[in-house]
């Protein structure tokens, strides 16, 4: 199997199917169970990022996973035996709230989600932590994945970095994309109105001055 081919199971949200069934040498060895058959897959070690995925769905079988669901507040009750609970609407429930309870609760919410106060807390977080989400800012960045027929970059590095203000890739067939490079755009690129025609004759010519040498997208 070639390094990090594997990686191409997970698209479409296979790994949702995915159990761990062995570890070994830094290897993972995972059953993915399919509409037609079982198949084993062994994942190369760049792939750590999915496996964390993986182990935690594999360990929590029997707990409901709520997608498409927005949060609206979360609440703490230290004398309640599950001193936690999270209140949410279902995308297709419209307007009509649902709750879960539990003893954590771990929040990921995007800064901006934050300094919108779209979420309530109760009790409210602590002035130490409002002033510091309010004191942050945030930028624009957009992304073009690009898939070329060979790979004509070194590929035994993560990270590109180049001279142009506003690109820099992420390797990803280190990462088991086979070849494929994602450039991560800056302002002014990354802003939307910009066309898309635009986006890649820049991202294409800064691939070739850099690598001075060309190949056929996919």
């Not at 069934?21 to 079982?38: I, Y």
């Not at 001193?83 to 003893?103: G, I, T």
Request: glycine fraction near 4%; charge should be neutral; hydrophobic fraction near 40%.
């Amino acid at each position: 199997m070639t390094p990090g081919a594997s990686c191409e199971v997970y698209e479409d949200g296979d790994w949702w199917k995915a159990k761990v069934v062995q570890v070994r040498g830094g290897r993972v060895l995972v059953k993915f169970v399919g509409s037609t058959q079982t198949r084993r897959v062994e994942l190369e070690p760049s792939c750590e990022f999915v496996l964390l995925s993986i182990a935690m769905f594999t360990r929590c079988q029997e707990i409901a996973v709520s997608l498409h669901s927005k949060v609206t507040r979360i609440v703490v009750e230290e004398k309640e035996q599950s001193s936690c609970r999270v209140e949410f609407v279902r995308r297709e429930a419209k307007e009509k709230k649902e709750q879960k309870a539990a003893d954590f609760v771990i929040v990921t919410l995007p800064l901006g989600v934050l300094q919108a106060s779209a979420v309530s807390f109760s009790p409210p977080l602590p002035d130490e932590k409002l002033q510091a989400i309010h004191a942050l800012g945030m930028g624009v960045e957009n992304k073009v994945i690009l898939r070329f027929s060979r790979c004509f970059w070194p590929k035994d590095v993560p990270y590109l970095q180049c001279i142009h203000p506003c690109v820099r890739f992420l390797n990803g067939h280190f990462f088991g994309k086979e070849h494929t490079l994602i450039a991560h755009l800056s302002p002014p690129l990354s802003h939307a109105d910009i066309p898309d025609e635009l986006l890649l004759e820049e991202v294409l010519r800064t691939c070739s001055e850099i690598f001075s040498q060309s190949s056929q997208i996919i």
